[in-house]
């Protein structure tokens, strides 16, 4: 059992804000990896090659949040979205991907071409597309449901 003394107590409280001042800029760090992210892709980057080119290169903010969130390398998520959707990188029975699928791959990732060869290699493996989408998610930092 831990009993907290005066001394004890002082200590532990001049702890808590150096712990808040490290977290601190963790956090601005990631939201303006995120940022950069979404300028990266804003604009730029079309999210269905069926549309008209100007109309397609403009996102909805939350399909562009769900792809940037949790980036460390803001080109990446972008990179990543756009090998895929013009890379023929095959799913299965075919090279075609919707782009709620390719956005569920890429989220987040910080690197496209490890998050790529993980998805081909589970497919090689005789995994299912949508199976392969998860795992290469969860060998990464987040996964999307």
Known sequence: MVIFTGKNSIRLLSVVPLLFALAYPLSVGASEHEAACKDYIQNKIAW???SPYESAQKW???NLESLCKGT???KEPGECFQKV???HLKWGASDKWEWKNAVALCAGTD???ERITCFKGRIEAGAK??????ECQSSGKIVIQ
């Open 111 to 113: 690197n496209s071409e």
């Open 85 to 87: 959707m013009t890379g």
């Open 129 to 134: 597309w949508d199976a392969a989408i998860l």
């Open 48 to 50: 269905d090659y069926n």
């Open 60 to 62: 909805e903010s939350a």
């Open 72 to 74: 460390n390398n803001p």
